[in-house]
């Protein structure tokens, strides 16, 4: 019965990846676990406990992300990119790959994929009113390959949750995890820019006319890009102090508001931003992902392992898992499975990050932002099919993959 949860969760999520559908996909996934027995009262208290400051953090992100963007402040990024558009095309989607890689990094990858789509696929269709539609693709799966590295905590939702679970603190995790992210990112960046050689050795200058931003940005603006600076200064300190994360990033979240607030933002607007069914569903996972346990999963998973994992191993299963169950669910059973080994060191950990970081690239229901990026695209008129996007995955994260572990062995 679990298993078949598990499956109904993909499924019902693949269907339909925003508003309440994920809700609906891990409501019925743990009813489902529920009925085989799985399923405890105690579970969901277990989840609350374990989730509720991760919860937090989160929230403030994306309160922090809608606000610059209300203010307007990727209105700027779109303006920073543009007279690249007058060159070769390669020079715009080099600065679009490493623009989606900063905002995933900062904000997180969710925040990439829903705010940069619509920004560029916007500017490409305005500065290349005729040729537009054979960039669109390209610079779509630009914005999802590089957003898939994650280098710092924030910077994935999964591996927030995982790393509360197993006990990484942030700076511990950047440390290894930031040149992790740069060699992999380079890799990425080779990989999807060979896929599409053909369509950026254009090099005819766009000739449509785009608006600048009437002004500079007003000073509630410049304020909410000051408080989100302070906030990524204020997150490793605070974990360098041995202090919590989620006071840093809420009391940042709190001067965001306000800045955005006295620059004329609804608040209304702000918490709009915020992907609420995001939560439920990452709590209805964390009670499957017991399920799982209990039926098995996670001593499967340890056996595959064995007492001293090795790093490849551990980084490929992940990424595998993560690809065919959804990296959530996959990061959690990482998480029980790695845990019960007692490890003495925490590369296991780090390899079962980068696996589900890179991992959802080889398969659309792999991760949350898989699925909001086909749904973002296809609100806004671009079409990609699933074997399209298998065959990019392979192409992209084979190699990344193996930079990243490779990197991940020569840090430790």
Known sequence: MTVLALIVLVLVVSARPHGFGPVLGSAL???????????????????????????ITLISIMLMTTAAERVGVLDRLASL??????????????????????????????????????????????VY?????????????AIFAAAGVAPLLVSNPMNLVFAAHVGLGFNEYA???VPVAVASWIATYLAISWCFRDVLDD????????????????????????????????????????ESLWPVAALGAFAVCLFAAADGVAPRSLFGGVAWSVFPFLSGVFVLALALERAGSTTLLAGLYGPDPNLATVGVIS????????????????GFALLDL?????????????????GPRLLPMGSLAGLLWFDTLRRHGVEISVLEFVKIGVIVTVPSLAVSLGVLWLLL
Do not use: C
């Open 175 to 177: 440390l290894v995890m």
């Open 29 to 55: 996934a743990v009813a489902i676990a529920s009925l085989g027995g799985n399923v405890l009262p105690s579970d969901f208290d277990t989840a609350v406990l374990a989730q509720w400051r991760p919860f």
């Open 342 to 358: 007692e490890l003495q060191d925490k590369g296991a950990y780090f390899a079962a990050l980068i696996g589900g970081d890179l």
């Open 81 to 126: 990119i543009e007279p690249r558009t007058r060159g070769p095309v390669r020079r715009a989607f080099r600065l679009t790959f490493f623009s989606s890689a900063l905002v995933a990094a900062v904000f997180s990858n969710d925040a990439a994929i829903l705010l940069l789509p619509p920004t560029i696929l916007a500017l490409l269709r305005t």
């Open 129 to 141: 009113p005729r040729r537009n539609p054979k960039f669109l693709v390209a610079f779509s799966f």
């Open 319 to 334: 990424a595998a898992g993560s690809a065919l169950l959804n990296n959530h669910p996959m990061s959690l059973l990482n």
């Open 203 to 242: 090099e005819a200058p766009a000739l449509g006319d785009w608006h600048e931003p009437n002004g500079a940005l007003s000073r509630w603006a410049k304020a909410v890009v000051g408080a989100v600076a302070a906030v990524l200064v204020g997150l490793p300190v605070a974990a360098y102090l041995g």
